[in-house]
Each structure stands twice: as structure tokens, then as C-alpha cells.
């Protein structure tokens, strides 16, 4: 019997699956392999939230399987040395897997490579399924990438995505190849309380419910803090358990304002993609360095500690950091200011910021984080690298109400209306009745004068 084995990495669904389906088309049986890999945790990738909702969505993947006539093996180790010992279990001849754009994904497909033809057998890496074009597919001509978003929007979006492939309806599975058991998600400590399910069922039907009640209006209401109404899929397309391609299709068949509004996201997402596959030293260096003297580690460690806790005494703020603290996730808009906040205002090396999402995130890419941090910190692919979000601006634009705030701060849920935005303003005897902190930095005073004040030139 023909055996192929398909490692799933990212990309975690059976809907629109081009290295399943290629698999299947070739193969009598097939092997769909996870492996959970030590290295990720050595560098600190496998934080709580990330590692319960992948344990959802092995499990789902797995129910998914069985539907038809399959199931999910899942071993632990190096992945190299794994995916060869299920081959000779399997007597399998090749491997599928999905092609990826960080140092670390690269790398593995470099060593299965050479292992894999030094034992005879061949490596398949399909592009297109973690992202809906892949990296290299659309480049100006004096260069492996493009540098700016905007020229890249208008060749993405002039290309073809790949069609788009239903799920198989059997998976054959050699019974005899073992698998460790699924891990669980109650097993995991350390998870954010409102961390959402994971999975490809999951997945889906939020992705149903945002077809039909929210992507038409994503332009208008994507900034609205309070309103909630961005479509949280950032997770499903991080495991891989939506495909992007599917959404780029599903979306532009909409033909709204909003649908296309939801689509150029999603090509922000390709584009950090193809900027990391081309320099995926950036996910630790600055793309373009312009000589930031960032505040030692040491002399911040205050203010970096009241970022982090959702203490600063900038409500707007202090509700994203505490949204992140309670689901894991965070919105958009409040991703941007709380960035800017750290790097422009306190001066803070964008990587210590970075790192403390990664941690938290659970749709913690790393070239969405890192490339949208660089981009925050003027590091990054921005063409306004001086960029400054002002807290109190940006809460009284896109949280006119307070609403936000009072959610997430409910130290403040008795100041009406957009006072909640600035309680330092209240008379002493009645800002007291508030256990909420005093300001860790007064913008009034502007950036120079809070610089200074701390030795930086």
C-alpha cells in the first residue's frame, strides 16, 4: 500500500488543505502528523493561551479525521527525527507539508529536506495554504520584496488567488502507526479567563456569524473599542484552522465596502509574511535601524511593569493591556495605541513590548507581532517612522463614550460619559473616591521634557 505522510504545522483544518488533498490524490493512506516540538518552547513561542487553543484544535482536527475514516497521530520531539521514525512505521515514501516564513520554518524544511533525500524519499512543500498568496509570488523589480504596503495592495490584489478545495470526504489511516494522546486543554495552567475555543468547528462558525452579521459594515465600526465589532478570526488563521484563501474568495464575492475593507487585512497579513520570508532576521532586528537609544531595561522597569499591568493611569490604555490580561487578545486599534505608547511615549525598546504579547497572544504570529510592533516603533515598514498616537486623542476618537474604558477599568465605571478618559482632571477630594493610579508620565509636558527628565538624550 502507497502511504504519504502530510505534517501539519499551521495549518490546522481540513477545508481547503492543498497538501492533504495532494496527499490523498497520490497515496492510498496517508499519515496526518502533528508534532510538538520542544524548541518551541525553549525559545518561549508555547505560552498557556497558545498551547490550550492548539490543544482545541488537535482535537478538533482530530474529530474532523475520524468523520472520515481517519485520525490525527501526534508525536513529541525534534521534528526531523519524528517524521521519520512515523515513516518507517508507515512505510511511507513522502511528505507533504506547508511551506512557512519564519527563520524557524525555514529551517525545518531545509533539515527534512536533506534527511528526507538522504533516505531516499521526497519533501513536497505546498505554498498558499497558510497565506493566500505566497510570499514571493507578487515583487517590484529591484527587489525580493516589497518595502511599502500600498504598491504591494495594488499587485496582491491584481493577482489570482488559487482556487479553493473542498474537505475529502475519506482519510485512510494505517492503524498501526501510534500516536501519542491529544493533549487537553485542562491540563494547561496559566490560561487568560476569557480566552476563546479553538478549533476548525469553532473556526467556521465564527466565521458564518461574521459573513452574516459583521463583515459589511467592517469599515465603518472595525475602530469602534467598544463596539467589539472586529471579526476575532486572528487566532483561526494564526493555527491555520480558517484559510486565508478561503476568506479572500468568501469575501470578495460579498462585493461590499466592508468586504474589501476586511480583505486588504488580510493582505496586510500576507505582506508581513513576505517581509519576514525575505528578512526573517527581523523578527528580533530592526528593519531599518534609525540609531533608537531606547531607555535601559533597568531604568524603565517601573513604567514597563505598570504597562504590562494595565497601571499607567491612561484608562485607554490600561483597558487594552487588561483586555489582554483577561482574553489573551486584544483589538486592533487598541494594539496600535498601547505600542505607540511604549515605544514613542516611554521609550521603550519594541521588543520588550513584542515579547510580553507573545506571551499573552494567541494569535501571536511572528510576523504579524513583530513587523506590526517594528511598524508602531518606526522601525518597521512605516513611511511616517515619527508617528506618535496620542492616549487621550485616540480614547476620545474611537472610544467617544467611555464604553471601552468602563468595560475593561472598572475602577472608573462611575465617571460619565468621556470623562473617564481623563480622571486626573477631577477636583482632589473626588478623584480620590477612584482606586485608580496617578499618571506614570504627564503628556502635557510633552516627550522632551519626560526624555530628559530620565537622562535620555
Given at each position: 500500500?502507497?502511504?504519504?505522510?502530510?505534517?501539519?504545522?499551521?495549518?490546522?483544518?481540513?477545508?481547503?488543505?492543498?497538501?492533504?488533498?495532494?496527499?490523498?490524490?497520490?497515496?492510498?493512506?496517508?499519515?496526518?502528523?502533528?508534532?510538538?516540538?520542544?524548541?518551541?518552547?525553549?525559545?518561549?513561542?508555547?505560552?498557556?493561551?497558545?498551547?490550550?487553543?492548539?490543544?482545541?484544535?488537535?482535537?478538533?482536527?482530530?474529530?474532523?479525521?475520524?468523520?472520515?475514516?481517519?485520525?490525527?497521530?501526534?508525536?513529541?520531539?525534534?521534528?526531523?527525527?519524528?517524521?521519520?521514525?512515523?515513516?518507517?512505521?508507515?512505510?511511507?515514501?513522502?511528505?507533504?507539508?506547508?511551506?512557512?516564513?519564519?527563520?524557524?520554518?525555514?529551517?525545518?524544511?531545509?533539515?527534512?529536506?536533506?534527511?528526507?533525500?538522504?533516505?531516499?524519499?521526497?519533501?513536497?512543500?505546498?505554498?498558499?495554504?497558510?497565506?493566500?498568496?505566497?510570499?514571493?509570488?507578487?515583487?517590484?523589480?529591484?527587489?525580493?520584496?516589497?518595502?511599502?504596503?500600498?504598491?504591494?495592495?495594488?499587485?496582491?490584489?491584481?493577482?489570482?488567488?488559487?482556487?479553493?478545495?473542498?474537505?475529502?470526504?475519506?482519510?485512510?489511516?494505517?492503524?498501526?502507526?501510534?500516536?501519542?494522546?491529544?493533549?487537553?486543554?485542562?491540563?494547561?495552567?496559566?490560561?487568560?479567563?476569557?480566552?476563546?475555543?479553538?478549533?476548525?468547528?469553532?473556526?467556521?462558525?465564527?466565521?458564518?456569524?461574521?459573513?452574516?452579521?459583521?463583515?459589511?459594515?467592517?469599515?465603518?465600526?472595525?475602530?469602534?473599542?467598544?463596539?467589539?465589532?472586529?471579526?476575532?478570526?486572528?487566532?483561526?488563521?494564526?493555527?491555520?484552522?480558517?484559510?486565508?484563501?478561503?476568506?479572500?474568495?468568501?469575501?470578495?464575492?460579498?462585493?461590499?465596502?466592508?468586504?474589501?475593507?476586511?480583505?486588504?487585512?488580510?493582505?496586510?497579513?500576507?505582506?508581513?509574511?513576505?517581509?519576514?520570508?525575505?528578512?526573517?532576521?527581523?523578527?528580533?532586528?530592526?528593519?531599518?535601524?534609525?540609531?533608537?537609544?531606547?531607555?535601559?531595561?533597568?531604568?524603565?522597569?517601573?513604567?514597563?511593569?505598570?504597562?504590562?499591568?494595565?497601571?499607567?493611569?491612561?484608562?485607554?490604555?490600561?483597558?487594552?493591556?487588561?483586555?489582554?490580561?483577561?482574553?489573551?487578545?486584544?483589538?486592533?486599534?487598541?494594539?496600535?495605541?498601547?505600542?505607540?505608547?511604549?515605544?514613542?511615549?516611554?521609550?521603550?525598546?519594541?521588543?520588550?513590548?513584542?515579547?510580553?504579547?507573545?506571551?499573552?497572544?494567541?494569535?501571536?504570529?511572528?510576523?504579524?507581532?513583530?513587523?506590526?510592533?517594528?511598524?508602531?516603533?518606526?522601525?518597521?515598514?512605516?513611511?511616517?517612522?515619527?508617528?506618535?498616537?496620542?492616549?487621550?486623542?485616540?480614547?476620545?476618537?474611537?472610544?467617544?463614550?467611555?464604553?471601552?474604558?468602563?468595560?475593561?477599568?472598572?475602577?472608573?465605571?462611575?465617571?460619565?460619559?468621556?470623562?473617564?478618559?481623563?480622571?486626573?482632571?477631577?477636583?482632589?477630594?473626588?478623584?480620590?473616591?477612584?482606586?485608580?493610579?496617578?499618571?506614570?508620565?504627564?503628556?502635557?509636558?510633552?516627550l522632551v521634557r519626560f526624555k530628559r527628565a530620565r537622562g535620555i538624550d
Amino acid at each position: 500500500m502507497n502511504t504519504s505522510v502530510v505534517l501539519f504545522t499551521s495549518d490546522l483544518r481540513v477545508h481547503d488543505h492543498p497538501p492533504l488533498r495532494a496527499a490523498l490524490a497520490r497515496a492510498d493512506a496517508v499519515v496526518p502528523l502533528f508534532v510538538k516540538d520542544p524548541a518551541i518552547e525553549a525559545i518561549g513561542f508555547a505560552g498557556p493561551n497558545r498551547e490550550a487553543f492548539l490543544a482545541d484544535c488537535l482535537a478538533d482536527l482530530d474529530r474532523r479525521l475520524r468523520d472520515r475514516g481517519g485520525r490525527l497521530v501526534v508525536r513529541a520531539g525534534d521534528p526531523v527525527d519524528e517524521v521519520r521514525a512515523v515513516m518507517r512505521e508507515a512505510d511511507a515514501d513522502e511528505v507533504h507539508m506547508a511551506a512557512g516564513v519564519s527563520r524557524y520554518a525555514q529551517t525545518r524544511e531545509r533539515r527534512l529536506h536533506e534527511a528526507l533525500e538522504a533516505d531516499g524519499h521526497r519533501l513536497h512543500v505546498h505554498d498558499a495554504v497558510v497565506t493566500a498568496l505566497p510570499p514571493g509570488a507578487v515583487t517590484p523589480t529591484n527587489s525580493d520584496h516589497f518595502a511599502v504596503f500600498t504598491p504591494y495592495l495594488r499587485r496582491w490584489s491584481a493577482q489570482g488567488v488559487r482556487p479553493v478545495l473542498g474537505a475529502p470526504r475519506t482519510v485512510r489511516v494505517p492503524d498501526h502507526v501510534r500516536s501519542r494522546p491529544l493533549p487537553a486543554r485542562d491540563d494547561i495552567t496559566g490560561i487568560s479567563p476569557g480566552l476563546a475555543r479553538g478549533g476548525e468547528s469553532e473556526g467556521r462558525r465564527r466565521w458564518q456569524a461574521w459573513l452574516r452579521d459583521g463583515i459589511d459594515r467592517y469599515g465603518e465600526r472595525h475602530d469602534d473599542l467598544a463596539g467589539d465589532a472586529t471579526s476575532k478570526l486572528s487566532p483561526h488563521l494564526h493555527f491555520g484552522t480558517l484559510s486565508c484563501a478561503e476568506l479572500v474568495h468568501r469575501a470578495r464575492a460579498r462585493a461590499t465596502p466592508g468586504a474589501e475593507d476586511f480583505v486588504r487585512q488580510l493582505c496586510w497579513r500576507d505582506f508581513h509574511h513576505q517581509v519576514l520570508a525575505a528578512r526573517p532576521r527581523t523578527a528580533t532586528a530592526d528593519y531599518r535601524t534609525r540609531g533608537d537609544r531606547w531607555r535601559s531595561p533597568e531604568s524603565a522597569a517601573r513604567d514597563i511593569r505598570a504597562w504590562q499591568e494595565g497601571r499607567t493611569g491612561y484608562p485607554i490604555v490600561d483597558a487594552a493591556m487588561r483586555q489582554l490580561l483577561h482574553e489573551g487578545w486584544m483589538h486592533n486599534r487598541g494594539r496600535l495605541l498601547t505600542a505607540s505608547f511604549l515605544t514613542k511615549t516611554l521609550y521603550v525598546d519594541w521588543r520588550v513590548g513584542a515579547r510580553h504579547f507573545q506571551r499573552l497572544l494567541v494569535d501571536g504570529d511572528i510576523a504579524n507581532n513583530q513587523l506590526n510592533w517594528q511598524w508602531m516603533a518606526g522601525t518597521g515598514t512605516d513611511s511616517r517612522p515619527n508617528r506618535v498616537l496620542n492616549p487621550v486623542l485616540q480614547a476620545k476618537r474611537y472610544d467617544p463614550e467611555g464604553a471601552y474604558v468602563r468595560r475593561w477599568v472598572p475602577e472608573l465605571a462611575g465617571l460619565p460619559g468621556p470623562a473617564v478618559h481623563e480622571p486626573w482632571k477631577l477636583p482632589g477630594p473626588e478623584r480620590e473616591r477612584y482606586d485608580y493610579p496617578e499618571r506614570i508620565l504627564e503628556l502635557a509636558y510633552g516627550l522632551v521634557r519626560f526624555k530628559r527628565a530620565r537622562g535620555i538624550d
